[in-house]
């Protein structure tokens, strides 16, 4: 949305080509204090938030690159940067599911663009690794809930031998039942929890090739 006001509009774009000027030059405080006073100037232009938010971003405030972030794709939704840093934000919090869907957006509008920019490469590598993250955060509460059924069974099979008067002879060797079914039950359970294990070792590097990555404005 073009900014409007005439006079107002030319100081709030004069502190915008200020700002990018500090940020260039890593002036990250002087660079949003500039683009403060054009969004107090003009607050509904989304470059000036979208910015401040590249400020933030680049001083790892996640708390304010979402917050600036969220008000630049108010104005604009069609922002790929907008909904890069958003995503990253998201990440931060592991709000890995929302974290995940701002990233797409991002990567489908650049698609969309027909851009060759060598951000979605960037994109590609977060989203990766939210996706890693997410899958990880599931799989852990998965692998807890199958060990925990797991000894539930056990201790099911251990009673059920119990009161049938059975699990003493297994223990003298003379019947054999109980360690069977014990070893049964812990191939499939064994089964289960590898069928929920990663088979490319390179999703787990993924983590450590993901850095935050300074944009340009």
Same mark, same amino acid.
């Not at 994109?123 to 990766?128: D, F, H, K």
């Not at 069974?153 to 060797?173: I, P, R, V």
């Given at each position: 949305m073009a900014a409007g006001g005439g006079g107002v509009a030319q100081q709030a774009e004069l502190r915008r080509i200020e700002g990018n000027a500090c940020f260039k030059k890593a002036r990250l405080g002087a660079a949003i204090d500039c683009y403060t006073e054009a969004i107090a100037l003009c607050p509904d232009v989304a470059v000036y938030w979208m910015n401040r938010a590249l400020c933030h971003f680049r001083r790892k405030d996640w708390a304010k690159v979402e917050e600036d972030s969220r008000r630049a794709l108010a104005l604009d939704d069609s922002l790929v940067k907008g909904h890069y840093l958003l995503g990253y934000a998201l990440l931060d919090k592991e709000e890995f599911a929302l974290a995940i869907k701002e990233l797409e957006k991002a990567l489908n509008l650049l698609k969309s663009s027909s851009s060759t920019d060598k951000m979605a490469e960037?994109?590609?590598?977060?989203?990766?690794?939210?996706? $890693?993250?997410?899958? &990880?955060? $599931?799989?852990?509460?998965?692998?807890?809930?199958?060990?925990?059924?797991? &000894?539930?069974?056990?201790?099911?099979?251990?009673?059920?031998?119990?009161?049938?008067?059975?699990?003493? &002879?297994?223990?003298?060797?003379?019947?054999? /039942? $109980?360690? /069977?079914?014990?070893?049964?039950?812990? /191939?499939?359970?064994?089964?289960?929890?590898?069928?929920?294990?990663?088979?490319?070792?390179?999703?787990?590097?993924?983590?450590?090739?993901?850095?935050?990555?300074?944009?340009?404005?």
């Open positions: 960037d994109i590609w590598q977060v989203l990766a690794k939210a996706k $890693y993250l997410d899958w &990880e955060k $599931y799989s852990t509460e998965r692998v807890w809930r199958i060990q925990s059924l797991k &000894e539930a069974c056990e201790s099911a099979l251990q009673e059920h031998h119990f009161l049938s008067g059975t699990l003493g &002879e297994d223990l003298d060797g003379s019947s054999n /039942e $109980y360690s /069977e079914q014990i070893k049964l039950l812990s /191939e499939v359970f064994s089964k289960a929890t590898l069928a929920d294990t990663p088979g490319d070792v390179k999703a787990v590097l993924i983590i450590n090739l993901v850095s935050v990555k300074p944009f340009a404005l």
